[in-house]
């Protein structure tokens, strides 16, 4: 996807020792989704966030969570508004890191799987809403389903 990579792009230019993925639905192909595209920096130094966090404001992600799970949220608007980015930044090999990852594949590599996610999202979505937070609990039961298949994740 054109946009992400774009943004890939302008992350590198300004974070040096990163590694970033594109994640989230539009990483998922046929998928579909809100038109939110989301990407994790993975870092390996986890002082160094903050001077990240700097950085990653000139690129317009100004609404900044704190840190929860292992990972800091950051999008360029607060709303899930298509043509938003979301950012997640954690830890290269943390649990986060992982599970994301792993999730990302899991539907790539499961169509039917992925198709079932979709048709859910769209219910999630309108149960509610629009609010994120609410969405982001409506989702959280099966997406823990999900990671459970993945052993090698470490807790």
Same mark, same amino acid.
Not at 34 to 47: A, L, Q, S, T
Not at 94 to 103: C, R
């Given at each position: 996807?054109e946009? =992400?990579?774009? +943004?890939? #792009?302008? *992350?590198?230019?300004?974070?040096?020792?990163?590694?970033?993925?594109h994640?989230?639905?539009? #990483?998922v #192909?046929?998928?579909?989704g809100?038109?939110?595209?989301?990407?994790?920096?993975?870092?390996?130094?986890?002082?160094e966030?903050e001077?990240?966090?700097k950085?990653?404001?000139?690129?317009?992600?100004?609404?900044?969570?704190?840190?929860?799970?292992?990972?800091?949220?950051?999008s360029?608007?607060?709303?899930?508004s298509? !043509?938003? *980015?979301?950012?997640?930044?954690t830890?290269?090999? !943390?649990?986060?890191?992982?599970?994301?990852? =792993?999730?990302?594949d899991?539907?790539?590599?499961?169509?039917?799987? #992925?198709d079932?996610?979709?048709?859910?999202?769209?219910?999630?979505?309108?149960?509610?809403?629009?609010?994120?937070?609410n969405y982001?609990?409506l989702?959280?039961?099966? *997406?823990?389903? *999900?990671?459970?298949?993945?052993?090698?994740? +470490?807790?």
């Open positions: 996807m946009k =992400f990579r774009k +943004e890939k #792009a302008n *992350i590198l230019k300004i974070i040096r020792n990163c590694e970033v993925h994640i989230g639905s539009t #990483a #192909a046929g998928l579909g809100k038109g939110i595209v989301d990407i994790m920096v993975g870092i390996k130094d986890w002082e966030v001077e990240i966090i950085k990653l404001k000139r690129l317009g992600f100004l609404h900044i969570h704190p840190k929860e799970n292992g990972r800091i949220f950051l360029k608007n607060s709303t899930l298509q !043509n938003n *980015i979301h950012l997640h930044i830890k290269i090999g !943390n649990k986060t890191y992982k599970e994301l990852l =792993f999730f990302r899991y539907l790539r590599g499961n169509k039917k799987e #992925a079932r996610y979709f048709k859910l999202k769209l219910k999630w979505l309108k149960e509610s809403g629009g609010n994120g937070d982001k609990k989702k959280e039961k099966y *997406i823990k389903k *999900i990671l459970e298949r993945n052993k090698e994740v +470490e807790n």
